[in-house]
């Protein structure tokens, strides 16, 4: 079980895009994801009549490493971490460690 998901909100700690926030829209592999609106890139891209896709300069976003991360949580408006707890029914469940709530999801 990954600390974050697909669909989490984040804030970024570290970097150029340090205390934006996003939702995270893809998890490329153990150590990258990619978040709406952050780390942005412009890429020069050929036109591909194939695709019917035109070229010039595209704004995309890049991944971002998860260690650049923390995930946002909404009662105490800040970053926090988060741990795992398994529940009496032997699920495992991730919380915020600042405040013990358990995250939904």
Do not use: C
């Not at 669909?7 to 990258?32: E, L, M, N, P, Y």
């Amino acid at each position: 079980m990954r600390k974050i998901k697909k669909g989490d909100q984040v804030v970024v700690i570290a970097g150029r895009d340090k205390g934006k926030r996003g939702d995270v829209s893809k998890v490329v592999d153990a150590t990258h994801l990619v978040v709406n609106g952050i780390n942005q890139v412009r890429r020069h891209t050929k036109p591909n009549p194939m695709k019917n896709q035109p070229g010039g300069i595209v704004t995309v976003e890049a991944p971002i490493a998860v260690s650049n991360v923390a995930i946002w949580n909404p009662v105490t408006r800040k970053a926090d971490r988060i741990g795992f707890r398994i529940l009496e029914d032997g699920r495992k469940v991730r919380f915020y460690k600042s405040n013990g709530e358990q995250i939904n999801g």
